[in-house]
């Protein structure tokens, strides 16, 4: 069953509101979720259930938490208190979930029903898995229409580690991507016939596969990146010979196209070399995110910009950013710090670490030399408030070891990122790393300087060039990919990785187990802009002070060559916390958190709970 609107949860109010209160009266009062209700999706029959609507007053409003007298513990802060966190020596653990998933990933999305959907290419030749239903060989237009027996796209539930093929058009190579704000997964861009495409996958349906609308963007997007904007709508920008962005619309396939030219993507090309194919760049894939006021912060190679995404125009430009290049191929990573939403402004701060020089593509790259040297990855991180006019680069900590390639995971405590995957020495491209990162490293922003990071478990897989990572609802990290070769080659010595691992964090440690919240079915899950609403939950640990608990948002993000477009944690102002209830407030507007699907977490003293989702608009 695919999750309701925000209309159909409107549907059933009466049942469910007496429901709530014979819930409410009775001794199960706060009781974890039943099974059935821990997926919003179902693939081929396997799981039913879904969030729970929202329990509404006799006015049609949402119920509001008791007072005081009911225990209810007014909040003068947004945030817990520093230091309060219970402390682990847990470094966490590694386990995999699927042996053989069949389909590289290349570009990846979690969906609201619980399915990870993600793919490779279609014009390099076959995948480990054929496509569904036996006997299923549509003819390829990349393969000169050519019969392809191959699956280049799966569904994998994230809950059973099972999954099912998805037919993909087209050629989404490299390409980018956002959820709409009904859930459905946007894919856009790609090369060859696809780098004009447009392609949507249904959160709704549980056997969908991939509709593609060709040539319908105004500019190539080949190595691309997206932002959702406050309306829903998505800015595609930058891609290779393409110094321009536009915007798509949100639930529909069908718009004009429109391409803002933007100078600033040319300005930070790296040239490339007399012949064919001999692109360095340094600037694709560019760091996108939202800022508080609605513009959009471009970091691409060594500088960035906010512009307004409505007409083009930069309102600020930020100094370059010394040490070398951060974008693809050197690949950096880049994260927009987690959100304190308190009255007023919204501080906006984001972090960019590691990547390589300048010169390191040309130095390994095999069109470009015979010679190939393995640059070591950079070890700096740089950090700048977007949100402070007067603001410079800030000189970060430096990671215990350097990273390209890598991924940076928001994770639901609101104090902790985790760095993953990627190499110690190359960039990306094909055959163009070595000396894979196998450590993860926590990195905690608000920590003293000298304290922010702290090296964990480390796996025993190689996950380089064409890898992900991203939070799960359950707290997890889900770690997939890693194909640094132009076809599927499994005896490499980095081989085309086609198991799935998750990594379970700190706060997963077993001795913590007892300490985390329980967020019940009788929740409220359509959230609307500066309203109040409540979560019905249980702290197995005891009672529950008000600087012991933290309510955060995860907004999942589109993530493709270590860049996890529109990631972005929120953390919400509490206005009233029980042992059995809490009253909090939903972000203030679509600038501050796009309209859509989130995880929403309930935090004890640095302890997350599994997640549910809602729908924020």
Request: aromatic share 10%; proline share 12%; glycine share 10%.
């Amino acid at each position: 069953m695919a999750p309701p609107s925000p209309t159909s949860f409107r549907r059933l109010r009466l049942p469910l509101f007496v429901a709530f209160l014979i819930t409410a009266a009775g001794p199960t009062y706060g009781a974890p979720p039943r099974k059935t209700g821990k997926n919003l999706g179902n693939n081929n029959g396997a799981k039913k259930g879904g969030p729970v609507p929202v329990p509404k007053n006799n006015k049609g409003g949402p119920l509001k938490a008791p007072g005081n007298n009911k225990g209810g513990l007014p909040i003068p802060v947004p945030i817990p208190v520093p230091g309060n966190d219970i402390e682990t020596q847990f470094r966490g653990s590694w386990a995999i979930d699927n042996p053989n998933a069949g389909v590289a990933a290349m570009q990846f999305q979690l969906m609201p029903n619980n399915k990870a959907v993600w793919f490779d290419t279609t014009s390099l030749g076959p995948s480990a898995r054929i496509l569904g239903p036996p006997g299923n060989c549509p003819k390829s237009p990349e393969l000169n229409f050519a019969p392809d027996c191959f699956a280049h796209a799966i569904a994998y539930d994230v809950e059973t580690g099972q999954s099912r093929t998805i037919y993909l058009d087209g050629e989404p190579w490299c390409s980018s991507g956002h959820l709409w704000p009904n859930g459905d997964l946007v894919a856009t861009g790609g090369t060859r016939g696809g780098s004009r495409s447009v392609r949507t996958l249904s959160m709704a349906n549980p056997n969908a596969n991939f509709v593609e609308k060709k040539n319908i963007l105004a500019d190539k997007r080949w190595y691309s990146s997206n932002v959702v904007l406050e309306d829903g709508s998505a800015v595609v920008c930058g891609g290779r010979n393409s110094f321009s962005y536009e915007i798509v619309p949100p639930n529909k396939l069908e718009f004009a196209p429109r391409k803002f030219n933007l100078p600033f993507l040319q300005e930070t090309t790296i040239p490339k070399k007399p012949g064919p194919g001999m692109y360095i760049e340094n600037n694709l894939y560019p760091f996108l995110f939202l800022v508080p006021d609605g513009n959009v912060f471009l970091f691409a190679n060594d500088r960035g910009i906010i512009f307004n995404p409505r007409t083009g125009t930069i309102v600020r430009q930020f100094p370059k950013l010394p040490g070398g290049a951060r974008n693809y191929p050197p690949s950096g990573m880049a994260a927009l710090l987690p959100l304190t939403l308190t009255p007023g402004n919204i501080p906006a701060e984001v972090v960019i670490c590691g990547g390589n020089t300048e010169n390191a593509y040309a130095s390994v790259d095999s069109k470009h030399t015979r010679n190939r040297v393995f640059t070591p990855a950079l070890r700096d991180c740089h950090r700048i408030v977007l949100t402070n006019p007067a603001s410079t680069w800030v000189k970060e900590q430096d990671m215990p070891s350097g990273r390209c390639m890598g991924d940076l995971v928001h994770l639901p405590t609101g104090n902790h990122l985790l760095m993953l995957n990627g190499a110690q020495k190359g960039v990306a491209g094909w055959e163009n790393a070595m000396d894979p990162n196998l450590t993860p490293v926590l990195y905690m922003p608000n920590k003293p300087m000298g304290q922010r990071f702290k090296e964990m478990a480390p796996t025993k897989i190689a996950r380089m060039y064409h890898s992900v990572a991203a939070l799960m609802p359950d707290g997890k990290i889900l770690v997939a990919g890693s194909n640094p070769h132009s076809k599927y080659d499994t005896k490499a010595q980095y081989p085309t990785e086609l198991r799935v691992e998750k990594f379970s964090p700190h706060y997963l440690d077993p001795a913590l187990a007892g300490k985390r919240p329980v967020i019940a079915p009788t929740s409220e899950k359509v959230l609307k802009y500066g309203r109040e609403f409540r979560i019905t939950v249980k702290f197995p640990g005891g009672p529950a002070n008000a600087q012991d608990v933290k309510v955060t948002l995860f907004y999942p993000p589109f993530t493709t060559h270590g860049f996890s477009m529109n990631q972005r944690l929120l953390i919400l102002p509490l206005k009233v916390v029980t042992n059995d209830f809490i009253t909090t407030v939903a972000p203030p507007s679509g600038k501050i958190a796009p309209p859509g699907y989130y995880i929403l977490f309930v935090n004890f003293r640095g302890v997350p709970g599994k997640g549910i989702w809602v729908h924020v608009d």
